[in-house]
């Protein structure tokens, strides 16, 4: 971004996946994995970087972070 843009003014993590529903005795260590490794280390991954570019600028930082528990509806 800061390539193309020269910049980065603010971050919003609005991502992330979860596995079909399931009780949590059904689930597999594998999608409990691969879970965490999308919502919480991409999100981490992503303020890390941004947060970087911004504090270079010496103007702050505007990182939000959303969460919800139920990303999708059934």
Do not use: K, Q, Y
Not at 38 to 62: I, K, P
Request: aromatic share 4%; hydrophobic share 40%.
């Amino acid at each position: 971004v800061v390539g193309t843009h020269g910049r980065i003014d603010v971050l919003v993590n609005n991502a992330g996946l979860t596995p079909e529903p399931v009780p949590l005795f059904e689930m597999s260590a594998a999608e409990w994995d691969h879970m965490h490794a999308v919502n919480l280390r991409g999100t981490f991954l992503c303020s890390r970087e941004a947060s970087r570019a911004m504090v270079s600028r010496s103007n702050g930082e505007r990182n939000t972070r959303m969460i919800s528990p139920t990303p999708l509806r059934r």
